[in-house]
């Protein structure tokens, strides 16, 4: 039975989802029903490529990467897969026509995290397309469930949400990124001398894609809006939190959100959407 297949299949996108990012399935889990499936299988699929870069040191690489990158296409392409995860994937790029040029953005960030240690000005920007701002476009495909007109409007804004993620994980994981996998992603600096002029400079770049992401959170389809919202809440929170910390600080520790904080959050994001004040 085919449905079956399907079904176990994105069960192991969910399952993924849960147990590495227990704040992403939290806030999936406040979309809209028809929206969770499709989100979660998007998850899925980044996060096994992102493993295969940043955790498999015992094994080659750029094999398992590039074995990963045909079987995604020919999943998309055949609309099936034996990788459960790769299955859902291409459920979800064919129902949403996902624009295939996200995907090849997002793989080609993959590839150079394989290699690439140092970034310039423009370096920079291309991964955080393709490694963010892609992964917030293949989103908004499923939360405007086909709309195009809504879906250019909100481009830029779901761009840079996926950027103020990623530059935010960037800055809580400076020093598994650097000592860990002898990367440095933000250009420009010495992380071994690492100054307040430093951290405030990405700081406002950050703060740049929150404020453009916020206008585009509020226009989201109703489907959508609070869970994003919430996740953005989240962000913003941890983001807020470690601007309070030393640059020395941060090279020091992993900056969270606590649990008890996580439930905050959640509590007045749902007043404030009970009060339509989001």
Do not use: W
Request: charged share 30%.
């Amino acid at each position: 039975m085919m449905q079956l297949f399907h079904e176990v299949s994105q069960e192991c996108s969910r399952i993924t989802t849960e147990k590495y990012s227990t704040s992403f399935s939290s806030s999936i889990r406040l979309l809209h029903k028809d929206l969770r499936t499709p989100i979660f299988n998007i998850y899925g699929f980044v996060r096994f490529a992102d493993e295969i870069v940043d955790t498999f040191h015992d094994h080659n690489k750029r094999v398992l990467l590039d074995e990963f990158k045909t079987a995604t296409y020919d999943a998309i392409n055949r609309r099936i897969s034996l990788n459960p995860i790769l299955h859902s994937f291409q459920i979800t790029v064919n129902q949403y026509k996902i624009d295939h040029a996200l995907i090849d953005a997002f793989l080609y960030s993959m590839e150079l995290d394989l290699d690439k240690r140092k970034y310039d000005r423009s370096g920079y920007e291309e991964y955080i397309y393709g490694s963010a701002e892609v992964v917030g476009l293949m989103c908004l495909h499923v939360f405007c469930e086909g709309d195009k007109s809504v879906y250019e409007k909100l481009k830029p804004a779901a761009k840079s949400l996926g950027a103020a993620f990623q530059k935010v994980n960037f800055l809580r994981d400076l020093k598994a990124d650097f000592e860990g996998l002898d990367r440095i992603y933000f250009p420009g600096c010495d992380f071994r001398n690492f100054t307040n002029a430093d951290k405030e400079q990405i700081e406002s770049d950050i703060q740049k894609d929150f404020d453009n992401a916020y206008k585009g959170i509020i226009e989201l389809p109703l489907k959508a809006r609070f869970g994003v919202y919430v996740a953005y809440k989240y962000y913003l929170s941890l983001f807020k939190k470690i601007k309070k910390i030393e640059p020395q600080k941060i090279m020091e520790e992993r900056v969270r959100i606590p649990d008890y904080g996580k439930i905050y959050i959640l509590a007045k994001a749902g007043i404030r959407s009970q009060l339509n004040l989001l």
